[in-house]
């Protein structure tokens, strides 16, 4: 005779229950002997739901059953084999058309109508405790939200679970990282995809370890309610549709539970920022409307913040590129003043960056002008001279910090009056090194970083045709330039006006 054994067990609870895999093994084996069984062949689902019916070693018995290889099906009890009704009954029938039997090692069902009856009863208990166990569960969960505890550890960023008090503590080091988003999109007005060039740039480590930072993470972080010391439990109602797969729908915010955790920043600061994610989106639906090339690259020379687009006319709509303090209401909300640059038009500067690039591509020789032109700005002088000055006061410093220590070592000084000077002395070099990483970081943002045939190849590669569409044109600049900063410079008001600007390129 030849027998199959299939067990199953979804939790470690039923595990300590008695529903072990080696408990339900055992006793199987036994039984099996007891009907004669020659061979055995075991079927184990361990840590699988009896709720679905598409389980691998279930679905593996099924299509030998259907080839017919075996003469008894032996679980350990019905609930084994599964836990709704129906199922239990597909199973049975797929049995009793293989020619075999259906045998269970903890009871047995006689082969009568009122065997047949008890057998579909244990299916409707099953069923029956299931739901008992998810209604429990459930009950649980509330009432441990209720007196403000975490339910589930959801590995913030930002927090660290206190297994002990079931609550979150601040992780000072991600913390610090939490506000620095929020101060990128509140102060700083940047949008989500800037945000995580920006911190990429930093090489500031992103959650769970992945390389670099995305979007959706930067977005999650932003409309996450715990930052500010709140998180809802019961938000969702979660419904399993598979082995591994799982309905997410939002309860009524009636029945959410607020669980109140360490803030990482204030209301104020939440609040401003998902005003801020608001505007950018509405700005971001309002400008795709058009065919605006630098769309998006457009930095404001006075402020360093970005331009958007901005509109004028009634007949006549006239397009410019306006900084985006101008243009955000979240400036008024906050109490900041906005710049005072001139707004550009968006024709004017889509034409000319194009034209100069097209001119750069066709003229390789004005590369080696451009990349002069730009290591002779006077911001960029300006910034070397800066940290020239930094060098020399560093090295001033650590020989001062060789000195102390000399005069420490032929006892001219005292130990206090030793750690008091070299306090002071870390304290500078501290300030003087992030003055550094300061105008480093300036330099590297408008300073060419490659050489003329490198920026050749680059331009050659994306402009090195005689026609383009839109389309073609707005990705060819986005391959091209990283931004573009610019400046009115001209007095013209009005009518007939001819503006005059100042364009800086930052090059890929």
């Not at 989106?281 to 309002?286: S, Y």
Request: proline share 3%.
């Amino acid at each position: 005779m030849n027998a199959a054994i299939y067990v199953r067990v979804s939790t470690d609870q039923q595990a300590e229950k008695g529903y072990s895999i080696d408990t339900q093994l055992e006793a199987c084996r036994k039984y099996a002997l007891e009907l004669g069984a020659t061979t055995i062949e075991e079927f184990v689902d361990d840590g699988y739901s009896g709720e679905f019916i598409d389980r691998p070693a279930l679905a593996n018995l099924r299509e030998k059953l259907a080839r017919k290889q075996f003469d008894v099906v032996i679980a350990y009890a019905p609930d084994r084999l599964a836990r709704k009704t129906i199922h239990l009954l597909i199973i049975s029938e797929e049995i009793s058309k293989a020619g075999a039997m259906r045998k269970f090692a903890s009871v047995n069902f006689e082969s009568t109508s009122e065997g047949e009856l008890m057998y579909k009863f244990q299916g409707i208990v099953a069923e029956y405790e299931k739901e008992k166990i998810k209604e429990r569960t459930m009950r649980g969960k509330r009432g441990k939200a209720a007196k403000g505890l975490v339910i589930n550890n959801a590995k913030p960023f930002g927090y660290t679970f206190d297994p002990d008090k079931s609550t979150y503590v601040i992780n000072e080091a991600e913390a610090e990282i939490v506000r620095m988003i929020f101060d990128f999109i509140v102060k700083e007005k940047m949008g989500t995809a800037r945000i995580c060039k920006e911190l990429n740039a930093r090489g500031i480590p992103s959650p769970r370890a992945k390389k670099t930072w995305i979007v959706s993470s930067i977005h999650r972080i932003l409309t996450n309610t715990i930052y500010k010391g709140i998180i809802f439990s019961m938000k969702y109602r979660y419904e399993k549709i598979g082995l591994n797969k799982k309905r997410r729908t939002l309860r009524p915010e009636s029945e959410w539970i607020p669980i109140h955790v360490p803030a990482i920043i204030d209301e104020v600061t939440w609040q401003a920022a998902q005003k801020q994610l608001h505007e950018n989106k509405d700005f971001a639906k309002r400008n795709l409307k058009h065919d605006y090339l630098l769309n998006g690259l457009v930095t404001c020379a006075k402020c360093e913040r970005a331009m958007v687009i901005s509109h004028s006319g009634c007949n006549k709509l006239i397009s410019y590129y306006a900084c985006l303090s101008q243009k955000s209401s979240s400036y008024v909300y906050s109490g900041q003043k906005p710049c005072t640059a001139r707004q550009v038009p968006t024709k004017l500067l889509d034409e000319y960056v194009f034209d100069y690039l097209m001119e750069l591509c066709h003229n390789p020789d004005k590369i080696a002008e451009y990349i002069q032109a730009v290591s002779e700005r006077k911001d960029i002088k300006k910034h070397k001279i800066a940290l020239d000055q930094i060098s020399k006061a560093e090295k001033e410093l650590l020989q001062q910090k060789d000195t102390v220590l000399r005069w420490f070592r032929q006892k001219m000084l005292t130990e206090s009056e030793v750690e008091s000077q070299l306090k002071d002395i870390r304290k500078q070099l501290a300030d003087i090194a992030q003055m550094r990483k300061t105008y480093e970081a300036k330099l590297a943002a408008i300073a060419p970083t490659r050489s003329v045939a490198e920026i050749a190849a680059t331009i050659k590669l994306n402009l090195g045709k005689d026609s383009f569409t839109i389309e073609e044109k707005r990705a060819a600049l986005r391959s091209i330039l990283d931004r573009v900063i610019i400046e009115r410079v001209d007095n013209t008001r009005g009518r007939g006006s001819r503006p005059e600007i100042n364009v800086q390129l930052k090059l890929k």
